[in-house]
């Protein structure tokens, strides 16, 4: 029996404006790049259709998930493909985590991803043998890019950055928010954060962060984090994982094994 367990929230923003004579934040929420995001700031300005600009955007460049993105047409792609400003972004990010963690972190383990049924392509092949050969496919060393066309050595390979580009969007948000002078924001896409000044009440943002309980229908807090001016990231291998034959499968890939860590 194969049972897939999953869930977009991780975190949760705790109300901050018990003073109703103290005016509430603005707030942009929505669904994007596969799950929720959420915005609150100090700002009588609305800004919903900038901000969904902005994911539109980003989505068209580099969701796997969008048959029509630049990282789909070079999943799908001989050789080389020209690309924007996002992905070559993104792209230079990647290698630079990359070679920190000297391939820990490796984008072209999409094929998989895929076979373990976490990928926008669940082919589930993983048999022994078949790890081994889509091992062979791990390789971000044969894909480069130059002159704003991204290249690789082999058209099997294939990128996925949805590890980062959550926590990227992030970043382009906050930098969209900063350009527009707004002093006090907190933004959250997919469990990723950035806050910066305070709320509304002039105090540190606070962010709730959920209990890991599996099969938790109602939401237990585990902690809550106060934040201004800093970032933060989570990962619940807890929410996404299935369990098959009585054994779990996470969703986080080794890329040195083939396998769920």
């Known amino acids: 029996m194969r049972h897939l367990i999953s869930s977009f929230i991780f975190l949760s923003f705790i109300a901050c404006n018990t003073n109703p004579k103290k005016k509430a934040p603005n707030e942009v929420k ?9 915005i609150l700031y100090l700002d009588d300005r609305n800004f919903q259709r900038s901000v969904d600009s902005i994911l539109i955007a980003i989505d068209n460049s580099l969701s796997t998930y969008n048959k029509r993105s630049i990282i789909t047409n070079f999943n799908q792609a001989d050789s080389l493909l020209e690309v924007d400003a996002y992905f070559i ?3 230079n990010m990647a290698k630079e985590v990359y070679t920190t ?8 383990v999409t094929h998989l991803v895929n076979a373990w049924g976490f990928g926008f392509e669940n082919t589930e092949k993983t048999d022994s043998n078949s790890i081994d050969s ?7 060393d044969g894909i480069s890019i130059q002159n704003n066309k991204v290249i690789k050595n082999r ?3 294939m990128l996925d950055f949805n590890a980062i580009a959550q926590g990227y969007t992030v970043d382009v948000l906050a930098d969209f928010f900063d350009e527009k002078n707004v002093k006090n924001y907190l933004i959250e896409v997919g469990g990723e954060i950035i806050a910066k000044g305070k709320n509304a009440e002039k105090k540190p943002w606070r962010v709730g962060i959920d209990k890991p309980i599996e099969n938790q229908e109602e939401r237990v807090l585990e902690a809550v984090i106060n934040l201004e001016n800093a970032a933060l990231a989570t990962s619940g291998n807890y929410r996404k994982f299935y369990e098959k034959d ?6 986080t890939i080794n890329p040195v ?5």
């Open 134 to 140: 889509l091992l062979k496919l791990v390789d971000f």
């Open 101 to 108: 963690t000297g391939g820990a972190f490796n984008p072209t």
């Open 155 to 157: 058209k099997e390979l």
């Open 30 to 38: 929505g669904y994007a790049q596969g799950t929720t995001y959420q």
């Open 89 to 91: 972004e993104v792209f």
């Open 246 to 251: 009585g054994i779990k499968y996470s969703h």
């Open 257 to 261: 094994t083939g396998y769920p860590v």
